[in-house]
């Protein structure tokens, strides 16, 4: 008798162990789409503010590019010289501010090189569009040119890029969500057996119980 209620006892010992089992699973698996949740919404969030917000930023600077060339080339032509210098003032003040914007986002080391390479274009074409507006040297023609082109090619690369890294962050999003899924499948099957092996413990350990009891009332 005492054997079988040993033997009873670790039976119920060994189905509140899968019980243990079962509840760590899901303790563990929920950690684990706790930390998928955040970091794909961070990917999420990324995705818009450095890259759908970015690639707006290059191309209001491609347009405000394209606008101050169109004046440069006006300027043999324009009776008001101080409207012209104005216009050209706006347009670049709203390229340092959009210059401004994009520096508070995240960019990779390719994308920094790039970003810095055109705010040094930037910079050195506000100085020979001031040398240029005051003597109209074709010299200073055609280093404008070169920074316009310099500075276009230097966005156009930037563009790229953002268009890189989304993908890359649409890939890593569904790498998380395929691994979050085969986890889930794992943890369904992982529960169906320990839930079977649990009934299996429960049918042995009550089949005990009414031969202890007829042994008694025989004694």
């Given at each position: 008798?005492?054997?079988k ?157 953002q ?55 025989l004694?």
């Amino acid at each position: 008798m005492n054997m079988k209620w040993v033997y009873a006892v670790q039976q119920k010992m060994r189905v509140a162990l899968l019980l243990a089992v079962v509840l760590l699973l899901v303790f563990f698996k929920s950690l684990f789409d706790r930390h998928n949740v955040t970091e794909l919404g961070d990917s999420f969030s990324s995705i818009y503010e450095d890259r759908l917000v970015v690639e707006s930023y290059i191309y209001k600077l491609s347009d405000h590019l394209y606008q101050k060339q169109l004046l440069m080339e006006q300027c043999s032509q324009q009776d008001d010289r101080q409207k012209l210098v104005t216009q050209i003032a706006q347009h670049n003040q709203a390229i340092f501010r959009l210059i401004q914007e994009y520096e508070k986002t995240r960019l990779t080391t390719q994308e920094s090189t790039f970003f810095e390479n055109f705010k040094r274009n930037m910079k050195e074409m506000v100085a020979l569009e001031y040398q240029f507006l005051n003597s109209q040297n074709t010299a200073e023609a055609s280093e404008l040119d070169i920074q316009f082109v310099t500075a276009t090619q230097n966005l156009n690369q930037l563009s790229s890029i953002q268009v890189e890294e989304g993908k890359n962050m649409t890939n890593q999003s569904q790498r998380i969500i395929a691994g979050s899924s085969m986890l889930t499948q794992f943890e369904w099957g992982m529960l169906i057996v320990i839930g079977l092996m649990i009934q299996a413990l429960i049918f042995a350990s009550n089949s005990i119980v009414p031969k202890v009891s007829q042994n008694h009332h025989l004694n």
